[in-house]
């Protein structure tokens, strides 16, 4: 149900972001204070940010009622979808904001994957258990799974990831109509090699730590 379908408004804020662990790897939500009221934001773009809370200006581009469930629980919320955010500052998430996000939530990556129909659901077939002989080799098998990539596999990795923003600068502006997955990728990575996201130009930095290196 729409709330409001009214052309874009800038509307002054605090977005309160809290990162949540759940079953695909960490997940970040986000609530919008305002003086019209708060909102939930489960925008792509969020993924490239850290806990916290983050003070600007928000362009709203549409209002609108979404109703959840979680496991046994399940209500209604009225989220925000921000069109634009120009961050003015940020700072660490305290215990009285993360409160704010306590209630369990969908990963929205869950929400734009498609249900599975209900003919392609399977019933768990019960399996014998191995001998020692295959239980040897099974585990040997998953051993190598664990092998480090080589430099040159790693960098083939890094460019399919980043594709046409590879080779990395010091400097890295993601595309955040990107998929989740893939922004939560490009990010994980993106701290592996060093760099730290900056609300206010949107971008990530390499350190100046690493670029020494």
């Not at 498609?114 to 080799?137: F, H, N």
């Amino acid at each position: 149900m729409n709330i409001t379908e009214h052309a874009a408004f800038i509307i002054s804020g605090k977005l309160v972001v809290r990162t949540i662990n759940g079953r695909n790897g960490a997940f970040n939500v986000g609530l919008l204070e305002t003086t019209i009221g708060s909102f939930s934001v489960k925008d792509r773009e969020l993924e490239q940010y850290s806990a916290g809370t983050y003070t600007g200006q928000f362009v709203i581009g549409r209002i609108f009622m979404h109703s959840w469930s979680y496991g046994a629980n399940s209500g209604s919320e009225i989220r925000v979808r921000l069109d634009a955010m120009n961050i003015d500052s940020n700072n660490e998430l305290t215990p009285d904001d993360e409160s704010k996000l306590l209630p369990p939530v969908n990963d929205p990556l869950e929400e734009e994957l498609p249900a599975k129909p209900e003919s392609e659901k399977t019933t768990p077939i019960k399996v014998p258990p191995l001998s020692a002989k295959v239980t040897k080799t099974v585990a040997a098998k998953r051993s190598t799974q664990f092998i480090v990539p080589t430099p040159a596999e790693q960098d083939a990795g890094d460019q399919a990831l980043f594709g046409s923003l590879w080779p990395l600068g010091d400097i890295v502006k993601l595309d955040a109509t990107a998929s989740r997955q893939t922004l939560r990728q490009q990010k994980a990575r993106l701290s592996q090699l060093g760099y730290d996201f900056i609300a206010q130009q949107q971008h990530f930095v390499k350190s100046a730590t690493d670029t020494l290196h």
